[in-house]
């Protein structure tokens, strides 16, 4: 099955996620959601599918974590 989404789709949705916003925009469309809970199941549907055109070698959606120091 074909990926229909692209990485800055997918980036478009994480944005809105970190903002708190039910609205994302993405060029020249808009797309309202119902709730955060549906826009983390999206979220998830499009890594999923978004892993698989890379060549399906991950078996689960790449994570990136911040670490934070004081510099002390």
């Known amino acids: 099955m074909a990926c229909s989404w692209t990485q800055e789709q997918l980036d478009a949705l994480n944005a809105a996620i970190a903002e708190g916003a039910l609205r994302v ?4 469309k808009e797309v309202e959601y119902r709730s955060l ?28 974590i911040g670490v934070y120091g004081s510099g002390l």
């Open 25 to 28: 925009k993405y060029q020249d």
């Open 37 to 64: 809970s549906d826009m983390l199941k999206l979220k998830q549907i499009m890594e999923d599918c978004l892993a698989q055109q890379d060549g399906g070698n991950n078996s689960g959606s790449r994570r990136l």
